[in-house]
């Protein structure tokens, strides 16, 4: 069965660095999302990706956020100047079309501790 | 804007209980519902789902019906077993928004043998 994958699982980094957070969704889908959830607390959507291009972003999503498909089958997520905050599970999602009876495929997340 | 509200946890039972988890939404267009699992250290696995009103979800002997009269979509199971603790999150997408997910809390779930 086709399933979304992400690299890492886990990454530590010190705080100010840059991070690329790697997906591959599922090949044949055209709708890329990003969520986070801080430990504890609940899933938030962080930003919505269709044709190349941004479709809907959180208020989290700010200028040190950016996503990228770099070629046909990754999807990415960079944090340019990491803060302590940002310490949370990333997951990625991808779904065949944004219609409400299209499922999103969640990857198992990867963990990021900013130190 | 979307919102998804489940009942507070967390929420503790013996083996064989019976289990709800309850949870309503409000949406501006004709969202999809879902039910989300995730085990410890592990990530969001889909539970069940239902797109339309009066759907029931199910699997794995959990079951959830979509009632838009009362816009829930509450979670139940018969009888539970210690390998259903988790972390239970009620969710809904909806097309006029890219189609992203909106998340509840999550409900904590312990079954005590």
């Known amino acids: 069965e086709p399933e979304v994958t992400q690299t890492p699982s886990h990454q530590v980094t010190q705080m100010g660095q840059e991070v690329i957070l790697r997906c591959v969704p599922i090949?044949?889908?055209?709708?890329f999302y990003w969520y986070r959830q801080i430990l504890g607390q609940k899933v938030e959507f962080l930003v919505s990706?269709?044709?190349?291009?941004?479709?809907?972003k959180s208020e989290i999503f700010d200028d040190q956020f950016s996503v990228e498909r770099p070629d046909g089958s990754n999807f990415t997520l960079k944090i340019r100047s990491t803060k302590l905050e940002d310490s949370a599970m990333y997951f990625c999602?991808?779904?065949?079309?944004?219609?409400?009876?299209?499922?999103?495929?969640f990857g198992p997340g990867t963990r990021l501790t900013v130190l | 804007g979307n919102s998804v509200t489940q009942m507070e946890g967390p929420v503790t039972l013996s083996e064989e209980a019976f289990l709800t988890i309850n949870c309503t939404y409000t949406?501006?267009?004709?969202?999809?519902l879902f039910w989300y699992v995730q085990y410890p250290g592990e990530g969001l696995q889909l539970l069940l789902k239902?797109?339309?009103?009066?759907d029931k979800g199910s699997n794995k002997g959990f079951e959830a019906t979509y009632r838009k009269e009362t816009t829930s979509f509450h979670l139940e199971k018969g009888s539970v077993q210690v390998s259903d603790s988790a972390v239970y999150f009620c969710?809904?997408?909806?097309?006029?928004?890219?189609?992203?997910?909106?998340f509840g809390d999550g409900t904590t779930l312990t079954v005590k043998p």
């Open positions: 949406a501006t267009g004709y969202p999809s």
């Open positions: 090949s044949n889908h055209l709708y």
């Open positions: 999602a991808s779904s065949a079309a944004a219609f409400t009876y299209n499922e999103q495929f």
């Open positions: 969710a809904l997408s909806d097309q006029t928004n890219a189609g992203k997910s909106t």
């Open positions: 239902a797109t339309k009103a009066d």
């Open positions: 990706f269709y044709n190349n291009e941004i479709s809907e």
